[in-house]
């Protein structure tokens, strides 16, 4: 899911900028168009240039998206048996990723509207 709201992100990125409503500093239009890089790094690079894009900075700390990704590897590629069990603090820093991801959505939804509010642009579907 969260690979996927990110694409989405990057989308509209790409889109605003295409259609003048957004302009990008520097390489930013790259660093998007960048093929399958490692999600934690397509997090930064998406949230990095929404939060310069929008003029307003998102902060982007990765550690917990980190750390659940270390609980999905460590299941998924068991190296022993130990390995393939969960316990709370397992779930725990799991929810704690999808707030994490939450809140940073919410960021983005938020510089957006806010963009959008202040230079008076519209998206149509």
Request: net charge negative; glycine share 6%; with cysteine.
């Amino acid at each position: 899911m969260i690979e996927a709201v990110v694409e989405q992100h990057r989308i509209l990125l790409l889109g605003l900028s295409e259609n003048g409503i957004i302009t990008f500093e520097g390489g930013a239009a790259k660093i998007l168009n960048k093929k399958q890089e490692a999600l934690v790094q397509r997090i930064k690079d998406v949230y990095g240039v929404a939060g310069r894009a929008f003029d307003q900075p998102i902060e982007v700390s990765c550690e917990p998206i980190e750390d659940a990704k270390g609980i999905r590897n460590r299941l998924t590629h068991p190296k022993s048996f130990q390995d393939c069990g969960v316990d709370i603090l397992d779930f725990d820093k799991v929810r704690e990723a999808e707030k994490w991801f939450e809140e940073l959505n919410n960021s983005f939804v938020a510089a957006a509207r806010e963009h959008q509010k202040t230079r008076d642009w519209n998206v149509e579907s």
